[in-house]
């Protein structure tokens, strides 16, 4: 699979709750960051244990993945039934046919509101 279809084989797997199918497209000593709450998460294991264990009622829409030569982008919309719409911009890069690193940024949408001096010059969305 080229890199693309491997990272949107990630999401569609995390989607299916197909927890053995994950792992199969992840290096064993994968390292994945997520900067906006500063943790890593080092193994592949323990990346799919959190996912699996994160509070059901979500659902995952990709947006879009862009790729350069092993490095690939993704931007996805995760809805949750109770924590509200969630917005992750992630990095990925590919080698050999699996995820070897990634760094995520998880935001809510409208968590960083916008400041009123530039309400003259932004609309809000």
Do not use: C
């Amino acid at each position: 699979m080229e890199p693309t279809e491997i990272v949107q084989q990630l999401w569609d797997r995390m989607q299916a709750r197909d927890w053995p199918g994950l792992t199969a497209l992840l290096a064993e000593d994968l390292v994945v960051e997520w900067p906006v709450s500063a943790e890593r998460i080092v193994g592949r294991d323990n990346y799919v244990r959190i996912n699996a264990e994160y509070p059901e009622g979500w659902a995952i829409k990709v947006l879009r993945i862009v790729a350069d030569g092993d490095a690939v982008v993704s931007e996805v919309e995760v809805p949750h039934d109770t924590m509200g719409v969630h917005r992750v911009a992630s990095f990925w890069t590919v080698r050999d046919g699996t995820i070897v690193t990634g760094r995520e940024y998880w935001t809510s949408l409208g968590a960083d509101p916008s400041p009123q001096w530039r309400a003259a010059y932004v609309q809000l969305i």
